[in-house]
């Protein structure tokens, strides 16, 4: 049983930073490949990156190379995700997710995962 819980979203105008972070319960996190979706008004969930157990390998989505971070603190329990030169269209929930399944090193697809957080707003004004 895993409960992740994100937090650090909020409004910020474009062209600003936003830190986020998520907390996960257990004794195992450091064995579990996590990643970041996200899910804009009106559009499916899409992913946004990933990193690998260690933390020596990450992944990202096009529409935030260069722009998003993904990290990991595995003593902490914890997975941030560092946004910056937000634009509007960044504007969605944000959702951590924890795959425990053996094998691979990045995963980038939702069924791949098997716990979710509840979410966090992410709102970008212009």
């Known amino acids: 049983q895993v409960q992740l819980v994100e937090s650090g979203g909020g409004l910020v105008q474009a062209g600003g930073s936003l830190r986020l972070s998520c907390a996960a319960s257990g004794r195992t996190f450091g064995s579990y490949v996590m990643g970041w979706f996200r899910r804009a008004p009106g559009k499916e969930r899409e992913f946004v990156t990933t990193?690998?157990?260690?933390?020596?390998?990450?992944r990202h989505a096009d529409s935030v190379k260069g722009r998003f971070t993904i990290s990991r603190d595995n003593a902490k329990n914890t997975l941030y995700l560092q946004m910056n030169s937000l634009q509007p269209e960044d504007t969605a929930v944000y959702y951590c997710a924890a795959s425990a399944r053996d094998g691979g090193t990045l995963r980038q697809w939702e069924y791949e995962y098997d716990y979710w957080g509840q979410g966090t707003q992410v709102t970008v004004s212009s």
């Open positions: 990193i690998s157990r260690s933390g020596l390998y990450t």
